[in-house]
């Protein structure tokens, strides 16, 4: 049984947009993806993540989003991560701080659904900068990153998949 729900996470992770919808608006009633792991547990069984859990791993973060939480991950993709320019992710595993920096700049404490994520205009992030967030039309912006998927719950927070890097300013 476990086996089958990460084969649906993986499957619904993997494709941009499939849990997006009415969650994105805001809908009490829509459904959520119930993962049986913690936050990298999750991401590493969608195996569209590698970029970030390698990220993750370099900052020494394993552990804390591994922890009791409860977390809130914007999570860019591995696509997310090639749109940066040539070198960057390369130097950023090189600059322990810098990627802390912007790693948990991904992070909100709790855990925020969409229904909730939607009703906000920002959030402090757990590096203490603030991210903007407008909803519009059924589609969510995390400053000028895209929400792709929503809501993919795990033993220790939430996960809301986003086309871009965030950078702190």
Do not use: C
């Not at 936050?39 to 069984?45: C, L, N, P, Q, S």
């Not at 992070?107 to 900068?129: L, Q, Y």
């Amino acid at each position: 049984m476990k086996s089958l729900r990460n084969i649906a996470l993986a499957a619904a992770l993997a494709v941009p947009g499939a849990l997006t919808g009415l969650e994105a608006q805001g809908h009490s009633d829509s459904a959520s993806v119930v993962a049986s792991g913690d936050i990298i547990e999750t991401a590493v069984a969608a195996g569209s993540f590698k970029t970030l859990a390698a990220a993750i791993e370099a900052a020494g973060l394993t552990e804390t989003l591994k922890g009791k939480g409860p977390f809130t991950v914007f999570a860019p993709t591995d696509e997310a991560f090639a749109k940066l320019p040539k070198g960057t992710v390369e130097a950023l595993l090189k600059d322990k701080a810098k990627l802390t920096a912007i790693l948990t700049y991904h992070v909100v404490p709790g855990a925020v659904v969409a229904k909730n994520v939607v009703r906000m205009s920002s959030a402090k992030t757990v590096n203490g900068e603030t991210i903007s967030i407008k909803a519009k039309k059924g589609k969510v912006k995390v400053n000028k990153a895209n929400v792709t998927a929503t809501d993919i719950v795990a033993t220790n927070g939430v996960i809301h998949v986003i086309d871009q890097v965030l950078i702190p300013r």
